[in-house]
């Protein structure tokens, strides 16, 4: 079997971090890790699996004789950088935004739409990760009964942030304590005992970046052109996982027993329910995991739609990022 | 002008406590301010203007020569002294959920149906906390256009579940930053760095009983039998003042500067947009506040419905309980 030279780019950062992580849990036929940063980082060492990695500098040509990168860059380094992977002949697999809604590449959550994988010319998009998240619980109801709309408001953890957020939520909990100002500066405002209702820029009509991903990602994800998403999102002093209240809507009748069996066997999905040891998902249970929670499952009739509503979690820096990246290279890696 | 005398009952707890607060900013012609709570507490005092209040034992003779009863009590004691203060010929308004959706009863915001409170037979009930927020902010687009259909997902914070809630938030946070297990009893889990997505118990369908009351508090406050609303309840670590995200569908189509310009001008209400301070209601600013910041006011035309989307933040012990308690009682005496 062919192994592969794999490259994480951005190893220092929070998904970078869980990349490698990831890696060492997962069976991939790897020939060498290389991992790559800052100059800032360079020489430093990383432990994987029983060796010890030297981190290199991220250079424009430090890509020769490597055969998949996974970039955890950030958008402004990524679109400086992943154009000289391409053209070394690497298959980049991208966790930034600014590849995610390009014709030429696919935008891909392999529990849903791994075939668009062999479309790829060079690269290959990680969905956002309040998108991954929400489309892993509602894509097995979509396949099966094709959703008109969606109403989704997001908790989003500060680790969506990076490092930088949640050090700055422990950061103000301590200076709270001690009657200290909080310090300001990853986020717009104190995220300690407070919630900001904004996740990104905004548009001339007051949506968010980060709002706009569940529609127009979505839309390309599940193959649905059509599909009407309102999206809330708002960053919640929680670390790790992001949680999201969904409301489908549906032309089509069914009962919330089938809705139950469909996500009882859908890959990526651990269905909660009262059988469980916790009765439905909540942020600390989901993190560390890679299966997206899925809960609180009901149905109501309103007019002649069928609304199911649903909380999910997900550990956004797992498989709203690193995993389902990782879950992307498996892909492809088995494809050729 | 006639005075009366006013009774709080539950003097000691989160709500009562903030009953205090309010009547002492307020101008309401109180002739003598009396002040229950269990035997525990009688005999302590309260300081209330330039007075020392003695807290007196709660029981069932105790509301002769009262004119206005405000209740904190929980369901259980409501249930059990309400009835006694009636029969003493008191008007009672009460907080409590167990008197809300009887006939009888009027429902109250003042804002929105004030003069329902002329149909009072004795009691009239104060709504749900979320329900208050929540409905202030949507009734003056409801009186506009004819809302048909609410999705709503809350962010509630820990003193919802009263001063015990809130204390819980801070012991578990000082717990985990000693590497303690933290202490769980207020909530069903561990609220630090968490969410609970259950805020009371669940019904056949799956739905919290906090869920339940927007549609039906809902339907009775505004006069809209046949209001649809999705909701989802979810505890969050804040200390105070809930937030809601809430997604309107109206049949109408209508332009989005309208819809700011009703709730500019809307009792109860306060705009916020990019002109002021903030750019968005916060639950650290709704924080001891009694109006309900409204705002990220956004609109789609889907299919043939206009949606509008808003997020907002309310102190859910003084406009969702105290404050909303003490305006039906300045209404009352007003249309007295």
Redesign the interface.
């Given at each position: 079997m062919k192994k592969y030279h794999i490259a994480i780019l951005g190893v220092t950062g929070a998904v970078g971090q869980e990349m490698l992580k990831v890696l060492s849990e997962r069976q991939l036929p790897i020939k060498k890790l290389h991992v790559f940063a800052s100059k800032r980082s360079a020489g430093q060492t990383l432990h994987f699996e029983n060796q010890d990695l030297t981190i290199e500098e991220l250079t424009g040509d430090c890509f020769k004789g490597i055969d998949i990168v996974l970039s955890a860059l950030d958008d402004e380094i990524a679109r400086q950088f992943l154009p000289k992977a391409v053209a070394a002949g690497c298959l980049v697999i991208d966790n930034s935004s600014i590849y995610r809604l390009n014709e030429a590449v696919p935008l891909i959550v392999p529990e849903i739409n791994a075939e668009d994988i062999k479309k790829n010319q060079g690269i290959i998009a990680n969905p956002n990760c309040s998108t991954i998240i929400g489309l892993v619980a509602i894509a097995p109801l979509h396949q099966r009964y094709s959703i008109q709309?969606i109403?989704v408001?997001t908790?989003q953890a500060v680790s969506g942030a990076g490092i930088a957020g949640t050090h700055e939520l422990e950061q103000q909990?301590k200076e709270l304590e001690n009657q200290d100002a909080p310090t300001i500066d990853a986020f717009q405002?104190?995220i300690a005992?407070?919630?900001?209702?904004?996740i990104g820029g905004f548009d001339a009509?007051?949506?968010t970046s980060e709002e706009l991903k569940f529609q127009n990602e979505g839309r390309k994800i599940l193959h649905h052109p059509n599909l009407?998403v309102?999206c809330?999102c708002?960053r919640?002093?929680?670390?790790r996982s992001h949680?999201e209240?969904i409301?489908l809507y549906f032309d089509e009748d069914f009962s919330i027993e089938e809705v139950k069996k469909l996500l009882s066997v859908a890959p990526g999905v651990k269905l909660i329910d009262e059988t469980d040891d916790?009765?439905?998902?909540?942020?600390?249970e989901a993190s560390g995991q890679d299966l997206v929670y899925v809960?609180?499952?009901?149905?109501?009739k309103?007019n002649q739609q069928t609304?199911i509503?649903l909380?999910c979690?997900g550990d956004q820096l797992r498989k709203g990022a690193a995993t389902n990246a990782i879950q992307i290279a498996q892909s492809y890696i088995e494809q050729n």
């Amino acid at each position: 079997m062919k192994k592969y030279h794999i490259a994480i780019l951005g190893v220092t950062g929070a998904v970078g971090q869980e990349m490698l992580k990831v890696l060492s849990e997962r069976q991939l036929p790897i020939k060498k890790l290389h991992v790559f940063a800052s100059k800032r980082s360079a020489g430093q060492t990383l432990h994987f699996e029983n060796q010890d990695l030297t981190i290199e500098e991220l250079t424009g040509d430090c890509f020769k004789g490597i055969d998949i990168v996974l970039s955890a860059l950030d958008d402004e380094i990524a679109r400086q950088f992943l154009p000289k992977a391409v053209a070394a002949g690497c298959l980049v697999i991208d966790n930034s935004s600014i590849y995610r809604l390009n014709e030429a590449v696919p935008l891909i959550v392999p529990e849903i739409n791994a075939e668009d994988i062999k479309k790829n010319q060079g690269i290959i998009a990680n969905p956002n990760c309040s998108t991954i998240i929400g489309l892993v619980a509602i894509a097995p109801l979509h396949q099966r009964y094709s959703i008109q709309q969606i109403v989704v408001s997001t908790y989003q953890a500060v680790s969506g942030a990076g490092i930088a957020g949640t050090h700055e939520l422990e950061q103000q909990i301590k200076e709270l304590e001690n009657q200290d100002a909080p310090t300001i500066d990853a986020f717009q405002y104190q995220i300690a005992y407070n919630l900001i209702p904004q996740i990104g820029g905004f548009d001339a009509e007051g949506n968010t970046s980060e709002e706009l991903k569940f529609q127009n990602e979505g839309r390309k994800i599940l193959h649905h052109p059509n599909l009407n998403v309102i999206c809330t999102c708002v960053r919640v002093p929680v670390i790790r996982s992001h949680s999201e209240s969904i409301t489908l809507y549906f032309d089509e009748d069914f009962s919330i027993e089938e809705v139950k069996k469909l996500l009882s066997v859908a890959p990526g999905v651990k269905l909660i329910d009262e059988t469980d040891d916790i009765p439905y998902p909540m942020p600390l249970e989901a993190s560390g995991q890679d299966l997206v929670y899925v809960g609180r499952i009901r149905k109501q009739k309103i007019n002649q739609q069928t609304v199911i509503s649903l909380w999910c979690c997900g550990d956004q820096l797992r498989k709203g990022a690193a995993t389902n990246a990782i879950q992307i290279a498996q892909s492809y890696i088995e494809q050729n």
